[in-house]
């Protein structure tokens, strides 16, 4: 059995690279197409691309948010802007003197720029590229066991709507004899309409109201597609992968198989089991919104 995955997920991970404890989060929603939101600070265009295409590799839909943040490591010395620190020391240190305030070197680093250049820095290195890559693989990793969770949970309650779906069908095939015997009995009496009338009854009239009444008649096609759409949701369900989509498209034939069959007969029986039959593909439905 194929492995299926939910849209929604979250995952996260971090640990020192370069100097800096890099922290990475990911969220998924819901959404008909993938669309990647990435929160990057401090970053180079090619390692943001970078994190974008890792991404992009491992997901096929979903709203997916990315956060990426870095802070300076417990012990770590990463590069500082010492220039603009400089700057700044020469600017507000005679200020601090004359406001008799105390300007130690934490409340300069604290200033805008002192570390996002270096963090723009350290981003550009390679073997930071590298680590952080590996990093946010194996937060993608996590997400993917999240997901695949998700996903077998989805695939459980949607077998358990699928039997449901699979007796109310057999219970309407079932009433496939009264349902002909029905139509026999509305042609019986509209044929008696049309004898009683005056004049000649018109052949091609009788032909085309018996043809039509023979249709309606008959709902063992509309049964016998219906059980194959749902064969065929079985096999893609089981199979897994981006199955979300596929399995769309096939509740749209069932859908319309089930309203075919309704729109077929008026008798009370097979109306509320049609009722309670689309009330199912909608329950189903709704799971599928969660599916990749």
Avoid at 38 to 45: D, G, I, M, Q, R
Avoid at 100 to 125: F, I
Avoid at 257 to 281: F, V
Wanted: with cysteine; aromatic share 4%.
């Amino acid at each position: 059995m194929g492995t299926l995955h939910s849209m929604t997920g979250f995952a996260s991970g971090s640990r020192a690279i370069g100097g800096y404890l890099v922290s990475i989060q990911m969220k998924a929603v819901n959404n008909r197409y993938l669309d990647i939101f990435l929160k990057f600070p401090a970053a180079t265009v090619e390692l943001e691309q970078a994190v974008r295409d890792t991404v992009k590799a491992a997901l096929q839909r979903g709203r997916v948010d990315v956060w990426v943040e870095l802070q300076p490591a417990a012990g770590g010395a990463p590069p500082l802007n010492a220039e603009l620190i400089r700057q700044f020391h020469t600017q507000l240190a005679p200020l601090a003197g004359e406001l008799k305030l105390a300007l130690q070197m934490r409340d300069l680093l604290t200033l805008p720029g002192v570390l996002k250049a270096s963090a723009e820095s350290a981003t550009a290195d390679t073997a930071f590229q590298a680590g952080l890559l590996e990093l946010l693989r194996e937060v993608l990793a996590a997400f993917a066991a999240m997901r695949a969770r998700e996903g077998e949970n989805l695939r459980r309650a949607m077998s358990g709507i699928l039997e449901a779906v699979t007796a109310r069908i057999g219970e309407i095939a079932a009433h496939q004899e009264t349902v002909r015997q029905h139509c026999l009995e509305r042609w019986q009496k509209r044929l008696g309409e049309l004898l009683a009338g005056a004049g000649e009854p018109d052949p091609a009239r009788l032909l085309q109201e018996a043809a039509y009444q023979a249709e309606r008649a008959d709902i063992a096609e509309e049964l016998d597609r219906f059980r194959s759409h749902l064969q065929q949701f079985r096999d893609v369900l089981t199979a897994g992968g981006p199955a979300g989509k596929k399995l769309d498209f096939i509740l749209q034939e069932l859908n319309r198989e089930a309203n075919t069959i309704l729109s077929k007969t008026d008798l009370i029986e097979i109306s509320r089991l049609g009722i309670d039959l689309k009330a199912d593909i909608e329950k189903l439905r709704e799971q599928i919104q969660n599916i990749e």
